[in-house]
């Protein structure tokens, strides 16, 4: 499908929504917003679409959407089409393919940098009608080679190339050793988060009792070899496996440049964060 077919379908789409949604309010808020992710690339090759991503701008315009949406579901729901099925804090997800994001929200190029695979990161302005494609697009799609760009859930990323996979797609061994590093920075990151000194163990074991003069020199001692950066590695960390999925899954960049900030005194790349791992 060409770049003009994919705009007029998208703007057909979003017609479409807003006339059954029936309210200027929302409507110009949504029109704000702009449409990124799988369905553009599946369009431009014929794929089946599975949902149409709208993204918000604002967090001021994501509760605004939501504070809507909620209360068409509260009052029975029934309407003609796009319905809500389900509302998270993640998304709003309604019929007729139609999901608003409201976990992530600003102008595109703060969104679609989050955003693992190179192929999906096409932009359609819902306000200016525009189709505005991403870098080398077309070779990708031809090729179906995935190309990693990063992402802050790299395990899902990880997890995601069995679904292209099945779709044909490829990926290089580069690729999947990129996807795999950023795994063992975010392992690290989250071992970081479970760490506590030994007095903070000592007191977690024995919230109610009064340390006596001699144990809270052992403890002070000890601490200090722990911020000293000695022995840390010793420590056991006591992580199921679904526990270790989810925050692999889930961890926040922030609090991994806070943690190094905390051990290390300044930020850090992620090549970098590789290196000190090793």
Same mark, same amino acid.
């Given at each position: ?38 369905? &553009? ?50 998304? &709003? ?56 760009t990063g992402s802050e859930y790299p395990l899902s ?7 292209? &996979? ?31 000194s030994p007095y903070q163990k000592y007191k977690a ?10 144990t809270l020199e052992e403890l002070i001692s000890a ?56």
């Open positions: 499908m060409k770049t003009k077919q994919v705009e007029k379908l998208l703007k057909g789409v979003m017609t479409d929504f807003f006339s059954h949604i029936a309210d200027e309010k929302i409507e110009k808020i949504i029109s704000h917003g702009y449409i990124t992710g799988g369905c &553009i690339p599946s369009m431009l090759i014929g794929e089946w679409v599975n949902d149409y991503d709208i993204y918000l701008i604002s967090e001021k315009h994501a509760k605004a959407v939501r504070r809507f949406f909620q209360q068409r579901f509260d009052t029975g729901n029934k309407y003609e089409k796009y319905n809500v099925s389900l509302i998270t804090e993640n998304s &709003i997800n309604l019929t007729d393919k139609i999901q608003i994001i409201t976990k992530f929200v600003g102008v595109p190029d703060q969104v679609i940098h989050k955003f693992d695979w190179a192929h999906i990161k096409s932009v359609y302005d819902i306000g200016s009608e525009k189709l505005e494609l991403c870098e080398n697009i077309f070779q990708l799609l031809m090729e179906k080679e995935l190309v990693y990323s990880l997890l995601r190339t069995r679904k292209f &996979i099945k779709k044909g797609w490829s990926i290089s061994n580069a690729q999947m050793v990129n996807i795999a590093l950023e795994i063992v920075a975010a392992f690290h990151a989250t071992s970081c988060l479970n760490i506590k074991d024995n919230p109610d009792e009064d340390i006596n003069e001699e601490d200090l070899k722990y911020n000293s950066g000695d022995g840390r590695i010793e420590d056991d960390f006591d992580i199921d496996v679904m526990t270790l999925l989810q925050q692999l899954n889930g961890v926040d960049p922030l609090t991994i440049q806070a943690q190094l900030l905390q051990f290390k005194g300044r930020r850090l790349p992620i090549d970098q964060i590789i290196k000190l791992i090793s």
